[in-house]
């Protein structure tokens, strides 16, 4: 270490990549966290048998939006790429179908995983509710990351 680094405080090196990938997927887990145990408290529709249970629910779920989103991006990149009309259609109706056809991907996942520890019930066999969790979840993870962009 740098006689110049020694009376800062860690917190004060400036975090490299996989630092920066760290933090914010751990912020994201803990947002997705709090936001379903928020669910879990004031919904009778969303039951999770323990805390512990919903610290790997939340992991999951965040794991399942990532490859979502990287699916949807990918899928779009090649569309985006093309010309024409047609093209542009196929890029909206494909993004569509892909983030609205993985929450039933992610629920039966989560069904697959955690069975009935983890229950979404209500309108359509809890498909509604896991729409309304999962949009929560990426609203606090979008207000949060604009704090954090606005703090400097």
């Known amino acids: 270490m740098k006689n110049n680094e020694t009376l800062q405080p860690a917190l004060a090196l400036i975090p490299n990549s996989r630092q920066k990938w760290f933090l914010r997927y751990l912020v994201a887990i803990l947002v997705d966290l709090v936001v379903l145990n928020l669910y879990v408290e004031y919904s009778p529709h969303v039951i999770i048998d323990s805390y512990t249970i919903s610290i790997f629910a939340a992991i999951l779920l965040q794991v399942l939006l990532q490859l979502t989103l990287i699916v949807e991006h990918k899928v779009a990149a090649y569309f985006k790429a093309k010309e024409g009309t047609l093209a542009i259609v196929m890029r909206w109706f494909s993004a569509w179908l892909i983030l609205f056809g993985s929450k039933f991907v992610i629920l039966w996942a989560v069904d ?4 009935n520890h983890v229950v979404f019930a209500g309108p359509f ?14 609203a606090a993870e979008e207000f949060f990351v604009r704090v954090y962009r606005r703090l400097g």
């Open 112 to 115: 697959f995983v955690f069975g």
């Open 125 to 138: 066999h809890g498909v509604v509710l896991i729409i309304a969790v999962l949009i929560t979840m990426l």
